[in-house]
């Protein structure tokens, strides 16, 4: 990306509300009125009944949704999703974002029905839920939804609130540093965005990730939540002497794959490991690559761990990783589990992947213990747990 066309993003972004609300409505009437993909879903009784919503990054908000329908007694959530990404998670309802930001009808419409039938509402990410009606403004609409008598939690999920200026200090591998992203300074306005908001809350506030109780203090760790049981159901690896190691990022940049292809490929060529490098896999052919694998390289520049790397370890998969020791130390705190990730950083991982390819049994242990984590801390009983005192209203 070059400077040029970040600054036009960022001046984008620092359009004023009412101006990009009206530019959205003209779009939307120019373009006609996209087909909204799934209507209102029909809320369970029950006490309390959450709304989770808008960004559902990962399928998260719908986990998270189905774990508190699952574990907590008499409760009902459910989960919405404004503006889906590339890959299309499960979700109850998702609205495209010229709707939710030009279309001030369906925005009445949608708040009226978010008063009338939930008591609880998630807002992930800092995201605006009724866009044409607030002018995006975030905390206009939790004043508005205070005011209607329901209880509002904000929720981090990473890239939402992680300041690169502040990674870039924690971490020697931080993504943030030198010139491996060109739109450092877009995240930084971005982040900071979402940051403010989350300053000015007063409630209770919640991060999926260990790391993130950095960016916002005073926050609760909600586990991500991944399906345990059809990760479980993979067959166990070969234990091969030349094992198959696979890295498959998300955003390669992000999770420092510049840094372990050269040593992975190099690897490969001498016969040590099969190297499996996978690119853009959809979310419903990960499970199939994932079974290939007998080490599951995660990443190696945030410092800590997400999605991916539930999967692979609910797979029994041994996954290599750089997770800061103040990450891991949270969360034997907060668990009193080990997190069973093998440390590796760009600097040591040809020995660690030497280490574990001498011996299978030690991959059989910590694939074992990977499955039991994920089992523990990441099947959705903790984050029911975690947001259980605040929909009780304890909190």
Same mark, same amino acid.
């Given at each position: 990306?070059?400077s040029l066309?970040? *600054?036009?993003?960022?001046?984008a972004?620092?359009v004023?509300?009412?101006v990009?609300?009206a530019?959205?409505?003209?779009r ?5 009125a ?5 209507a209102r879903?029909?809320?369970a009784p029950?006490?309390p009944r959450l709304?989770v919503?808008p960004?559902?990054f990962a399928?998260?908000?719908y986990?998270w949704?189905h774990?508190?329908?699952s574990?907590l ?13 590339a890959? %299309?998670m499960?979700?109850d309802? *998702? ?5 939710a930001d030009?279309?001030?009808e369906w ?11 939930f008591s609880?509402?998630?807002?992930e ?5 009724f866009g044409?009606?607030? $002018? ?8 508005a939804l ?5 209880a509002?939690?904000?929720?981090? $999920?990473?890239?939402d ?6 990674h870039?200090v *924690? @971490?020697?591998?931080?993504p ?14 971005? %982040?900071?965005t979402?940051a403010a908001?989350? %300053?000015a ?13 950095d960016?916002v203090?005073?926050?609760t760790?909600?586990p991500?939540?991944?399906?345990h ?10 234990l091969?002497?030349v094992?198959?190691?696979l890295?498959?990022p998300s ?5 420092g794959?510049?840094l372990? @292809?050269p ?6 060529e %001498? ?7 996978? *690119?853009q896999?959809?979310s $419903? ?5 994932v079974?290939?694998a007998?080490?599951?390289?995660d ?6 761990y997400?999605v991916?790397?539930?999967?692979a370890?609910?797979a ?7 997770v800061?020791?103040d990450v891991?130390?949270?969360v034997r705190a907060?668990t009193?589990?080990?997190?069973p ?13 030497n280490?574990l ?9 910590i694939?074992?213990?990977?499955q039991?984590y ?5 099947d ?5 747990q975690?947001?259980g ?6 909190s």
């Amino acid at each position: 990306m070059t400077s040029l066309s970040v *600054r036009a993003r960022l001046l984008a972004h620092q359009v004023p509300p009412a101006v990009r609300s009206a530019a959205l409505r003209i779009r939307w009437w120019l373009k006609g009125a996209p087909r909204v993909e799934t209507a209102r879903p029909v809320v369970a009784p029950g006490e309390p009944r959450l709304l989770v919503a808008p960004a559902n990054f990962a399928g998260q908000g719908y986990a998270w949704s189905h774990a508190v329908t699952s574990n907590l007694s008499g409760a009902s959530a459910v989960c919405v999703e404004i503006g889906a990404g590339a890959l %299309a998670m499960p979700s109850d309802q *998702r609205i495209p974002s010229v709707v939710a930001d030009g279309d001030r009808e369906w925005a009445r419409q949608q708040l009226a029905w978010v008063r009338a039938n939930f008591s609880h509402v998630l807002l992930e990410a800092g995201r605006p839920l009724f866009g044409a009606l607030f $002018h995006r403004d975030v905390q206009a609409e939790i004043a508005a939804l205070r005011e209607s008598g329901l209880a509002v939690a904000l929720i981090a $999920h990473g890239t939402d609130v992680r300041l690169p200026s502040q990674h870039a200090v *924690r @971490d020697a591998w931080s993504p943030f540093r030198g010139e491996v992203l060109a739109d450092l300074p877009l995240r930084e306005h971005r %982040a900071r965005t979402v940051a403010a908001v989350f %300053a000015a809350f007063d409630g209770p506030t919640f991060v999926s990730t260990p790391d993130l109780l950095d960016d916002v203090r005073g926050a609760t760790w909600c586990p991500v939540v991944v399906d345990h049981a059809r990760w479980m159901e993979m067959p166990a690896p070969a234990l091969d002497a030349v094992p198959s190691v696979l890295h498959l990022p998300s955003r390669g940049p992000m999770k420092g794959s510049d840094l372990v @292809d050269p040593v992975m490929r190099r690897m490969g060529e %001498a016969g040590l490991i099969r190297y499996l490098r996978a *690119r853009q896999v959809a979310s $419903h052919k990960v499970p199939e690559v994932v079974q290939a694998a007998d080490i599951v390289l995660d990443q190696f520049r945030i410092g800590s761990y997400g999605v991916a790397a539930c999967e692979a370890m609910g797979a029994g998969r041994v996954v290599v990783g750089h997770v800061r020791e103040d990450v891991r130390e949270r969360v034997r705190a907060t668990t009193g589990i080990e997190l069973p990730i093998v440390e590796a950083t760009p600097d040591d991982l040809e020995d660690v992947i030497n280490g574990l390819a001498a011996d299978p049994e030690r991959r059989a242990r910590i694939g074992r213990r990977g499955q039991r984590y994920v089992s523990e801390v990441h099947d959705g009983r903790a984050s029911a747990q975690a947001l259980g005192g605040w929909l009780a209203g304890l909190s």
